[in-house]
C-alpha cells in the first residue's frame, strides 16, 4: 500500500514587487539517459502558459547532452510572434517540496538573451498558490 | 502446420504386413509428394521488396512458408506539387515561407489520412509524409522524439489543428 505524501505550505514574501520561488529540474536525453541539471530562481508569469522560461543560453547545453530542441513560435503579450526553442524537461522540484522521480513533465521554453527565467501555468499546474498583493506575500500548496 | 502422429523411436518399421495410411506417415507422405520447386524470378518480388531471408519458399522437404516482409514501413503517396517542393528543398534552393507553410500543411494532411490519426494527437513527421512517432500530449511527444535522430528534419503538430507547432532539424 502506497502512502500519500504529505502535503507542502510554503509562505514567501513578493521580492522586487514580484514573486519568486527557487525550482530544480533537468533536461532529460532519454535515449543516453544524460541530463542537464537546472537550478535557478524564477519568477512566477501566469500570464505565460508554457513551463519555464529561460535565456536562448540554455540551448548549448541541451545540445551538449544530444538533444536538439524544435523550433516553434510563440506569441508575447503586445501580439508581436517571435522563435523559440522548446525542449521537455522534468520539474523535480519547488522550494523545498521535491517530486518524485523522474519528475513533473514541463515544456522548457528557450528564447531572449535577457537573463532571467520565468515559471509559467504549465509548471503551476502541480500546485496551488495564493497571492496576497496587499501583504506582498504569496502561500504555495503542493 | 499438418497434423500427423509421430512415431516412437522403437516403433519405426512397422511390422510385417502391417500396412500404415499414407497420411499418418509423414515419410510416405514425402515420399509420394513430387519433388517440385517453386522458383521465382527477381522481378516476381523485387516490387514487394522482400527481405531475402524472407523469400517465400516452397519445397516439398521443409514445407514451410516464411512470413512476407518489408525492408521499411510503407509511406504515403505524394502528390506531384509535393514532391516538387521537396525537390527544391533536396537542392537546397529556399522555398518561400508560403511554400513552406502549404508544403508542411500538404504533409500533414496527407500523412494523417493515410495512418487515421485521431484529432488532438499530437505527431512528429518527416517531410516524406511518414509519422515517426506521436502521443497524446506536446510534452509527452517532445520526450519521445528527444535524443532521437531521424536523419531528415521532422515536424511536430496536433492532429486537426490549423496550424503546426513547430520542427526539429
Known amino acids: ?142 | 502446420m499438418p497434423l500427423t502422429l509421430l512415431p516412437d523411436q522403437d516403433d519405426q518399421m512397422p511390422p510385417e504386413g502391417f500396412i500404415i495410411p499414407h497420411w499418418i506417415s509423414p515419410r510416405t507422405e514425402e515420399q509420394r509428394l513430387p519433388q517440385a520447386k517453386l522458383n521465382f524470378e527477381v522481378e516476381d518480388y523485387i516490387g514487394t521488396e522482400l527481405l531475402s531471408r524472407e523469400r517465400l519458399r516452397f519445397s516439398s522437404e521443409t514445407f514451410e512458408i516464411s512470413r512476407f516482409g518489408f525492408h521499411s514501413s510503407p509511406r504515403p503517396w505524394l502528390q506531384p506539387q509535393v514532391v516538387a517542393k521537396l525537390d527544391k528543398m533536396r537542392r537546397r534552393t529556399p522555398l518561400t515561407e508560403k511554400e513552406m507553410v502549404s508544403l508542411i500543411d500538404d504533409l500533414a494532411k496527407i500523412s494523417v489520412e493515410f495512418y487515421d490519426i485521431e484529432k488532438g494527437k499530437f505527431i512528429a513527421a518527416r517531410f516524406d509524409g511518414r509519422i515517426v512517432e506521436s502521443a497524446n500530449t506536446q510534452i509527452e511527444l517532445l520526450l519521445k522524439i528527444q535524443g532521437r535522430d531521424f536523419g531528415v528534419p521532422v515536424f511536430v503538430w496536433e492532429a486537426g489543428s490549423e496550424s503546426f507547432l513547430g520542427w526539429r532539424i
Open chain 1, 1 to 142: 500500500m502506497t502512502q500519500k505524501p504529505e502535503k507542502v505550505k510554503i509562505c514567501k514574501n513578493y521580492r522586487k514587487k514580484a514573486a519568486y520561488i527557487t525550482i530544480e529540474g533537468t533536461i532529460p536525453n532519454p535515449q543516453t539517459a544524460a541530463q542537464v541539471p537546472l537550478r535557478f530562481e524564477c519568477r512566477i508569469d501566469t500570464g505565460f502558459d508554457g513551463g519555464v522560461l529561460v535565456p536562448v543560453r540554455y540551448k548549448s547545453d541541451t545540445q551538449s547532452i544530444g538533444v536538439r530542441p524544435t523550433i516553434t513560435n510563440m506569441t508575447l503579450a503586445d501580439g508581436q510572434k517571435i522563435n523559440v526553442y522548446v525542449c521537455a524537461a522534468y520539474l523535480q522540484a519547488i522550494e523545498k517540496c521535491v517530486f518524485e522521480s523522474p519528475g513533473k513533465p514541463i515544456l522548457l521554453v528557450m528564447c531572449g538573451l535577457r537573463e532571467g527565467q520565468f515559471l509559467g501555468m504549465d509548471a503551476l499546474k502541480y500546485c496551488t498558490i495564493l497571492f496576497d498583493g496587499p501583504k506582498q506575500n504569496f502561500t504555495i500548496d503542493i
